[in-house]
């Protein structure tokens, strides 16, 4: 109970602390066909888990609807994501098994909070450009640095995406890969991260007033403080 009063007020000091954003910055709001995915290996086949469930903070420079990404220095301003650990499909008995490998019930969020990066300068163009970026990943109630290269994009209807590719390993965060069959399946350590998050303008006022009704439902104890993401 303690590890999750603690980790739940993590979450809600990450949700709620961004009302006094800096004036420059606009608020996003996530689009349809955000989504998160990892890969897996195990001694019998291959697995895939996926959620589309997430709350998210993209604060971008207030001339990103509009400038040039190439004439910005500082297009990206702060990111920060939570996502439900039991939003996550896995399929059949591995969900179940993931979950409690994930240990949901006393750390019910994986929490990521962009810390700094760098744009890669050949790839900054008028409506593109990737970045190796610096976060702090939460997964299990261990928080750990990652880096990692993104690629964004603005569409022309205004819809800002950001993709990426990054291997981890769970005995990172101090897992230990599930076991099947009396230990016969065995899980690897390594996943295959992958995910699109994709955007829209949205006032800070209008970004933050409840929690998703499927995030609530994940975490019934979590005090509603964002509006309803889109899936």
């Known amino acids: 109970m303690i590890k999750r009063t603690v980790l739940t007020a993590a979450a809600i000091a990450l949700l709620g602390t961004t009302l006094s954003a800096q004036a420059s910055a606009v608020r996003l709001q996530l689009a349809p066909g955000s989504q998160l995915s990892f890969d897996g290996t195990s001694t019998l086949h291959g697995f895939t888990c996926t959620t589309s469930t997430m709350q998210a903070y993209v604060d971008v420079d207030a001339s990103y609807q509009t400038a040039p990404l190439n004439t910005l220095t500082h297009p990206i301003v702060s ?135 499927e995030l609530a439902a994940n975490t019934p104890r979590v005090t509603p403080l964002l509006r309803e993401s889109h899936k």
């Open 79 to 213: 990111v920060q994501v939570v996502i439900p650990v039991k939003s996550l499909k896995c399929g059949g008995e591995l969900e179940g098994n993931m979950y409690k490998t994930l240990h949901a019930t006393e750390f019910p969020y994986v929490i990521y909070k962009l810390t700094s990066y760098d744009l890669i300068a050949e790839s900054v163009a008028a409506a593109k450009f990737s970045a190796v970026t610096q976060g702090e990943l939460t997964i299990a109630g261990k928080a750990n640095p990652i880096r990692m290269t993104i690629d964004a994009a603005r569409g022309s209807d205004g819809i800002v995406s950001a993709t990426a590719t990054q291997a981890l390993k769970m005995s990172a965060f101090g897992i230990k890969p599930p076991t099947f069959m009396l230990g016969t399946l065995r899980v690897g350590d390594q996943l295959q991260v992958k995910f699109t998050l994709k955007a829209t303008h949205a006032a800070i006022a209008d970004a933050i007033s409840g929690l998703s009704s």
